[in-house]
């Protein structure tokens, strides 16, 4: 009966213009749903199969659903999570949520099977939020999906991450509506998934991010926001993937830095004695014109803010040719706070622990010795003095406060 069911496909599909005649399935006995699905790929041509938005794979399912196969009543659950699924491919999510409806209207689904239809909703869910004119008139996943009761946790969670997409969607006057709602839907679907595998929790981290810098957060917000959740797994991947190694300091406790002072001070300069009081670091070199453009801002902020307790400290990454240069780069740009330096210029291993991969790099530590912020530098003196403010504003005003990344 099953063989017959398989050398019949082939008229269905001619008759509708899709594949040849298939071949008799190979093994003995009733076909699987593997065999049939091999078959029905084996016999549409690839030019037609990989075309987007291509029905063929889909009509050939559900000719296949229209005779009796033989299959056991799992099997063919599983035969309707794949016509879903051919359906979504063919971005037709009206004829994919029809089969997903067919196999959570009865009882006979396993629960893998059930959170692999809810899965295949949110899926087409997705689809529709993609083609829609108006977001804001689509219902609510969360609601819609609840009709079908219990679909498991990994459901949950990508439901609530399709309800955060579609809240990014709806804009008023050109910014999202409700950005925190969006934000909160992200959160509830880790908590959903806290338990699971870290796999699991990776994409919401990144779609959580990027979510973050489309409602406007600037690069310092996001980076906090994934350092508070380090402790995760997930999350301390993203990290080690999405930020760079100066982006990885921030919360983190201040490299050493120890040197000899070469801006005709005695002794050397160690910043582990300054714990208690915020610090601005400024790595830089003379011989550097972009240093030297922004030097002067880097000056002022030092002597306005020196009066609340911040202390700042250069590293010069001059070499022995250049660094006879200090002084006169000291004098011009009214420099009063310590330089320090070993004159091997990149040679040098004192940038290394800070992970300075260019100059001029601007970084704050806190008065808990932690790393507040990093790459405060930019193009014009005007920017970097903005960028300054901004970024001592809490850590100045505040200098007993722990820093919480």
């Given at each position: 009966?099953?063989?017959?069911?398989?050398?019949?496909?082939?008229?269905?599909?001619a008759?509708?213009?899709?594949?040849?005649?298939?071949?008799?399935?190979?093994?003995?006995?009733?076909?699987?749903?593997a065999?049939?699905?091999?078959?029905?790929?084996?016999?549409?041509?690839?030019?037609?199969?990989?075309?987007?938005?291509?029905?063929?794979?889909?009509?050939?399912?559900?000719?296949?659903?229209?005779?009796?196969?033989?299959?056991?009543?799992?099997?063919?659950?599983?035969?309707?999570?794949?016509?879903?699924?051919?359906?979504?491919?063919?971005?037709?999510?009206?004829?994919?949520?029809?089969?997903?409806?067919?196999?959570?209207?009865?009882?006979?689904?396993?629960?893998?099977?059930?959170?692999?239809?809810?899965?295949?909703?949110?899926?087409?869910?997705?689809?529709?939020?993609?083609?829609?004119?108006?977001?804001?008139?689509?219902?609510?996943?969360?609601?819609t999906?609840?009709?079908?009761?219990?679909?498991?946790?990994?459901?949950?969670?990508?439901?609530?991450?399709v309800?955060?997409?579609?809240?990014?969607?709806?804009?008023?006057?050109?910014?999202?509506?409700?950005?925190?709602?969006?934000?909160?839907?992200?959160?509830?679907?880790?908590?959903?998934?806290?338990?699971?595998?870290?796999?699991?929790?990776?994409?919401?981290?990144?779609?959580?991010?990027?979510?973050?810098?489309?409602?406007?957060?600037?690069?310092?917000a996001?980076?906090?926001?994934?350092?508070?959740?380090?402790?995760?797994?997930?999350?301390?991947?993203?990290?080690?993937?999405?930020?760079?190694?100066?982006?990885?300091?921030?919360?983190?406790?201040?490299?050493?830095?120890?040197?000899?002072?070469?801006?005709?001070?005695?002794g050397?300069?160690?910043?582990?004695?300054?714990?208690?009081?915020?610090?601005?670091?400024d790595?830089?070199?003379?011989?550097?014109?972009?240093?030297?453009?922004?030097?002067?801002?880097?000056?002022?902020?030092?002597?306005?803010?020196?009066?609340?307790?911040?202390?700042?400290?250069?590293?010069?990454?001059?070499?022995?040719?250049?660094?006879?240069?200090?002084?006169?780069?000291?004098?011009?740009?009214?420099?009063?706070?310590?330089?320090?330096?070993?004159?091997?210029g990149?040679?040098s291993?004192?940038?290394d622990?800070?992970?300075?991969?260019?100059?001029?790099?601007?970084?704050?530590?806190?008065?808990?010795?932690?790393?507040?912020?990093?790459?405060?530098h930019?193009?014009?003196?005007?920017?970097?003095?903005?960028?300054?403010?901004?970024?001592?504003?809490?850590?100045?005003?505040?200098?007993?406060?722990?820093?919480?990344?």
């Amino acid at each position: 009966m099953a063989r017959s069911a398989i050398a019949r496909l082939g008229s269905w599909t001619a008759a509708l213009g899709l594949c040849s005649v298939l071949c008799a399935v190979p093994s003995a006995g009733a076909a699987t749903v593997a065999e049939y699905l091999a078959q029905v790929s084996a016999n549409i041509p690839d030019d037609e199969i990989k075309e987007p938005g291509s029905q063929a794979r889909a009509k050939a399912i559900a000719g296949l659903l229209n005779e009796d196969l033989g299959l056991t009543p799992s099997d063919l659950i599983d035969l309707r999570l794949e016509l879903a699924e051919a359906w979504l491919d063919a971005l037709k999510p009206d004829e994919a949520e029809k089969a997903i409806g067919d196999v959570l209207a009865g009882t006979d689904a396993a629960s893998a099977q059930r959170e692999r239809a809810g899965l295949t909703w949110a899926a087409a869910f997705e689809v529709r939020l993609l083609t829609a004119p108006d977001p804001a008139l689509l219902p609510s996943p969360i609601e819609t999906v609840a009709v079908f009761g219990d679909l498991g946790q990994r459901v949950a969670a990508r439901v609530h991450s399709v309800q955060a997409k579609r809240l990014l969607a709806v804009k008023k006057d050109g910014k999202v509506a409700d950005p925190d709602a969006a934000l909160a839907h992200f959160d509830r679907a880790l908590e959903l998934l806290k338990d699971d595998t870290p796999e699991q929790r990776i994409p919401v981290y990144h779609l959580r991010l990027l979510a973050m810098e489309a409602v406007g957060h600037n690069a310092e917000a996001v980076q906090k926001w994934l350092h508070a959740h380090r402790e995760d797994p997930a999350a301390a991947e993203v990290l080690d993937t999405a930020l760079t190694s100066g982006q990885k300091l921030i919360g983190q406790a201040a490299p050493e830095l120890k040197a000899k002072r070469l801006d005709g001070g005695d002794g050397e300069i160690d910043i582990a004695a300054f714990k208690g009081k915020p610090v601005l670091v400024d790595f830089f070199a003379t011989w550097h014109k972009p240093c030297g453009a922004i030097a002067p801002a880097i000056s002022a902020i030092a002597t306005k803010y020196a009066a609340m307790g911040l202390v700042t400290v250069g590293v010069s990454l001059d070499n022995k040719e250049t660094i006879g240069q200090l002084p006169g780069y000291i004098a011009a740009n009214a420099i009063t706070y310590p330089i320090v330096g070993d004159a091997l210029g990149w040679d040098s291993e004192l940038d290394d622990a800070w992970h300075v991969d260019s100059i001029p790099t601007l970084i704050l530590i806190d008065a808990n010795g932690r790393i507040a912020a990093i790459d405060l530098h930019a193009a014009t003196a005007e920017e970097t003095t903005r960028n300054l403010e901004n970024a001592l504003a809490p850590v100045v005003k505040n200098p007993d406060q722990p820093f919480i990344p």
